[in-house]
C-alpha cells in the first residue's frame, strides 16, 4: 500500500506538467532565455530588454553622479581648508615683515630665525597655490564629467514615458492581430483566399496527404487555415508542431505542442506529442523540463513505442 502511495505521489506532478501549458516553458517572457515565441512576443520581449538596459543604465548614471558629487564635496572642504591656511600663512608673514622692520634688536640669531620662518612660510605659501591650483583644474573636469552624465542622464518621468510606450506597443500589436485576423475573413468571403472554394474537410485532407508527402511548405498553410477556421484546432496545432519538429525548429515545435495539448490533452497522438516536446525541449537546452517529459511519456505510456525511446532517452541522462 504504502509503494502504491508513493508511486502516486511521484506521477501525480508529472502528470499535472503534462496537463499544465505553462509547464512548456514556451512563450514564457520571464524566462531568462525564453524560447518558442511568435513573432509579436519576441518585439515585445526586445522592447522589454531595452526597458532593462535602460533603467540599469539610470540607476549606473544616478550611483556615478551622486559618487561624483560627495567627491566634490570633499574637495571644496580641502580646498576652502588650503585657502584658510594660505590666509593665515599671508597674514603671519605680514606681521613678521612689519616686525623685523619695526624691530630694533639686532641680536644675529633673532634675524636668522626670523629669515629662516620668512623663507618656511614663502615655501608653504607655494605649495598651498599649487595645490589650490590643482583642485581647482580638477574640479574643472568633474564638472565637465557631471555634465557630459546630465546630458545623457535618464529622468524617471522619460522612463514613464519609454514604458508607456512599450505597453501602447503592445496594445498596438493585438490590434494588428485582430486587424488581420478580419482581413483574412474579408478576403476569404471575397474570394482571394485559395482555400476559400474548400470545405474545411477536403482542406483537411490535403493538408495531411501534403504532410505524408513532407510538402511542409503546402501543409503548413493549409493546418494554419484550418486552425482560423477552428476545424480540429488541436490536431492542427499537433501537426504543425511535428512539422517543426521533423525542421529542427524546436522553439517553434514546443509552442504547437503546447496548444495543442492545452486545446486536447487525452488526444491518441498524446504519446508522441509528449515525447517530441521533451525532444524539443532537450535541444533547445531546457533539460530540466525534457527529463520530466521523458518520465511523463514512460510513466503515462508504458506499453508505448514512445515509453521505450523516452527511456532510452533517460538512460542517456
Avoid at 629662516?116 to 607655494?126: A, G
Avoid at 501602447?168 to 486587424?179: D, N, R, Y
Avoid at 508527402?213 to 484546432?233: D, G, M, N, T, V
Avoid at 506529442?273 to 503515462?300: E, I, P, W
Wanted: glycine share 4%; charged share 25%; net charge positive.
Amino acid at each position: 500500500m504504502r509503494s502504491s502511495l508513493a508511486f502516486t505521489a511521484f506521477l501525480l506532478p508529472l502528470y499535472l506538467a503534462a496537463q499544465e501549458p505553462s509547464a512548456f516553458g514556451a512563450g514564457d517572457l520571464n524566462n531568462p532565455d525564453p524560447y518558442g515565441l511568435t513573432s509579436s512576443e519576441k518585439i515585445i520581449l526586445k522592447n522589454k530588454n531595452v526597458i532593462k538596459s535602460v533603467e540599469k543604465q539610470a540607476h549606473s548614471q544616478g550611483t556615478q553622479i551622486e559618487s561624483l558629487r560627495e567627491r566634490m564635496d570633499g574637495f571644496q572642504m580641502i580646498l576652502e581648508g588650503l585657502m584658510d591656511k594660505s590666509q593665515s600663512n599671508k597674514v603671519e608673514l605680514n606681521q613678521m615683515l612689519s616686525a623685523k622692520e619695526s624691530d630694533t634688536i639686532t641680536a644675529q640669531e633673532r634675524q636668522k630665525a626670523t629669515e629662516s620662518r620668512i623663507n618656511q612660510l614663502n615655501e608653504s605659501l607655494n605649495v598651498n597655490e599649487q595645490n589650490i591650483l590643482n583642485l581647482k583644474s580638477v574640479m574643472d573636469e568633474f564638472s565637465i564629467i557631471l555634465d557630459g552624465i546630465n546630458s545623457n542622464y535618464v529622468s524617471k518621468a522619460e522612463y514613464n514615458s519609454l514604458v508607456n510606450d512599450v505597453n501602447s506597443f503592445k496594445a498596438l500589436v493585438g490590434k494588428e492581430l485582430k486587424s488581420i485576423s478580419k482581413k483574412s475573413v474579408v478576403s476569404s468571403k471575397n474570394g482571394s483566399d485559395p482555400y476559400a472554394k474548400m470545405g474545411s474537410r477536403d482542406l483537411a485532407k490535403l493538408a495531411l496527404m501534403n504532410y505524408k508527402r513532407k510538402h511542409f511548405s503546402k501543409a503548413i498553410p493549409e493546418y494554419e487555415e484550418l486552425i482560423r477556421r477552428k476545424h480540429k484546432p488541436a490536431f492542427a496545432h499537433y501537426m504543425i508542431g511535428e512539422m517543426w519538429h521533423y525542421r529542427k525548429k524546436y522553439d517553434k515545435a514546443i509552442s504547437y505542442f503546447k496548444a495543442s495539448a492545452a486545446l486536447y490533452d487525452q488526444a491518441s497522438y498524446m504519446p508522441t506529442l509528449l515525447l517530441h516536446t521533451a525532444d524539443s525541449m532537450k535541444h533547445v537546452g531546457d533539460t530540466k523540463n525534457a527529463r520530466v517529459f521523458f518520465q511523463a511519456v514512460v510513466l503515462k505510456y508504458p506499453d508505448s513505442s514512445e515509453a521505450i525511446s523516452a527511456q532510452k532517452q533517460l538512460d542517456r541522462f
